[in-house]
């Protein structure tokens, strides 16, 4: 179910993203954004898992989190923290113009 959950919400990021790139720039803008959201996502879940493995067993805490889900889960907090900083400073940049 956290699997789930997490999948669910890169595919909403994965709209937005595109959505407000391709407002932005156009259509090979979005695309761009979409194609630099997926390296990121398997990239990240291929080092997280990597990660875990080091300290953690196949079957992790339970049915619910097992060493996938909390892979995912710490892939999807270092992905927020790297796109929140990534967006705060495209606002200080169109602020300084």
């Known amino acids: 179910m956290i699997t789930l959950f997490i999948f669910y919400v890169h595919v909403v990021a994965a709209v937005v993203i595109f959505t407000k790139r391709w407002q932005d720039g156009g259509l090979k ?3 761009l954004a979409l194609g630099f959201l997926a390296l990121i996502f398997s990239v990240g879940w291929s080092i997280s898992t990597f990660i875990l493995k080091l300290f953690i067993d196949e079957k992790g805490f ?11 889960t710490l892939l999807l907090i270092l992905e927020s923290v790297f796109f929140y900083f990534q967006l705060k400073q495209k606002k200080r940049k169109l602020k300084t113009v």
């Open 29 to 31: 803008e979005g695309l």
């Open 62 to 72: 339970g049915i619910w989190l097992d060493r996938d889900a909390l892979s995912l």
